[in-house]
């Protein structure tokens, strides 16, 4: 009487599987790989195989979709919820929207920033064109809430932007480099570096009525030569080291 080399259950010596674990036999698997590789004999497990791989990738995208929806969805309630108790306690206290009104506007620009990237993930410049205009225009909202326009012309638009072009140009070096590495904090860097100069340059207009570069000057003196040193170890020293395997992510 044969034994099953898993479970040491007696097995006959028909038995293809074990009666008790499942498990195939030793006669068993050798008739099976006789049969997969006689001649004319298909591989189904094969094709099952590849069939049961292009099943899982699809419900792995259908999940991430549905994950991308349902953060999207919480996000806009919990903004919903946000806002709506804003207006309340507003209206509760003074009996008229004043202060709600700016809160309600910074929440509306806050769930585009957040959201919109979720919904066009896929489609960049689709990001870019939708929270381009809107973030300036909604800018423009907060300063004429009060019945005049006073800091948006010399603050507000600039500054709005030059974090866009910033954050722009950014994601555009970054999306066009083919690897990833330390690259990305040199890009970031430089983008840092532009932006303080730009944040003085404007203070300076409104301010002084004269440009004065003081402190961006020293920032852009320590990320400069920082960016350029991580441009030279990540195309001269560390060729083959990604972002992913310096970080373990």
């Known amino acids: ?109 806050l769930w585009l920033i957040i959201s919109i990237p979720l919904i066009l993930k896929k489609y960049p410049w689709i990001i870019f064109a939708i929270l381009g205009p809107s973030i300036p225009l909604l800018i423009f909202v907060l300063d004429v809430l009060d019945g005049r326009i006073t800091w948006f012309l010399g603050y507000g638009l600039p500054i709005t932007l030059l974090v866009e072009i910033s954050v722009t140009l950014g994601a555009l070096f970054i999306g066009i480099s083919r690897r990833k590495g330390l690259n990305v904090f040199a890009i970031l860097l430089l983008a840092a570096s532009f932006l303080c100069l730009g944040l003085e340059f404007v203070i300076d207009l409104n301010v002084q009525h004269r440009l004065s570069l003081d402190w961006s000057v020293i920032v852009a003196f320590v990320c400069v030569p920082m960016a350029g040193l991580l441009f030279y170890l990540h195309y001269r020293i560390m060729k083959k080291a990604s972002l992913r395997k310096l970080f373990r992510i």
């Open 1 to 109: 009487m044969r034994h099953c080399a898993f479970c040491a259950v007696n097995v006959r010596e028909t038995d293809e599987r074990c009666p008790l674990c499942g498990k195939p036999t030793i006669e068993g698997e050798l008739q099976r790989s006789e049969s997969l590789h006689a001649p004319g004999a298909t591989d189904y497990p094969s094709s099952k195989n590849k069939l049961e791989k292009q099943t899982e990738q699809e419900t792995e995208s259908r999940d991430v979709r549905v994950s991308k929806k349902l953060a999207v969805e919480l996000i806009s309630v919990f903004f919903g919820i946000a806002l709506v108790v804003t207006i309340l306690a507003n209206l509760f206290a003074e009996h008229r929207l004043s202060w709600s009104l700016y809160a309600g506007v910074g929440i509306l620009m």
